[in-house]
C-alpha cells in the first residue's frame, strides 16, 4: 500500500492550496480517508475526515476554510485548504483506515508565512 502526498508548499497568509493523496495498492472505495497535521512539539492532530460513503467531518481550527473531497475514480483524496493562516502550518498526512487497518503517507510540508 502506497499513499502519496503532494501540494504542499509556502504560501502567504490567506492564500491557498490544495493538497492530493494518491493510493494505491489497496481498494480505496472501502476506505474512511483523513488528512491530519503535525506541528513541530505538537502532537498529531486530525484536520479533515471523508468516510467511504462521503460523509465529512472537521476540526474546529479548519470549519468554513477547509475542504476534503475524494475521488474513487482516481484513488485520490484531496483537501483544499483557503484562508490560510500562520497557525496551519505543519506536516500534512493522508491516512486510510478500514476497520482496525491504517496506512500512512510520507506528509507534506504546509508553510504559511509572509
Known amino acids: 500500500v502506497q499513499l502519496v502526498e503532494s501540494g504542499g508548499g509556502l504560501v502567504q497568509p490567506g492564500g491557498s492550496l490544495r493538497l492530493s493523496c494518491a493510493a494505491s495498492g489497496l481498494t480505496f472505495e472501502g476506505y474512511d480517508m483523513s488528512w491530519y497535521r503535525q506541528a513541530p512539539g505538537n502532537e498529531r492532530e486530525l484536520v479533515a475526515q471523508i468516510s467511504r460513503i462521503g460523509s465529512t467531518r472537521y476540526a474546529d481550527s479548519v470549519k468554513g476554510r477547509f475542504t476534503i473531497s475524494r475521488d474513487n475514480a482516481k484513488n485520490t483524496v484531496y483537501l483544499q485548504m483557503n484562508s490560510l493562516k500562520p497557525e496551519d502550518t505543519a506536516v500534512y498526512y493522508c491516512?486510510?483506515?478500514?476497520?482496525?487497518?491504517?496506512?500512512w503517507g510520507q506528509g507534506t510540508q504546509v508553510t504559511v508565512s509572509s
Open positions: 491516512n486510510a483506515k478500514f476497520f482496525q487497518t491504517r496506512y
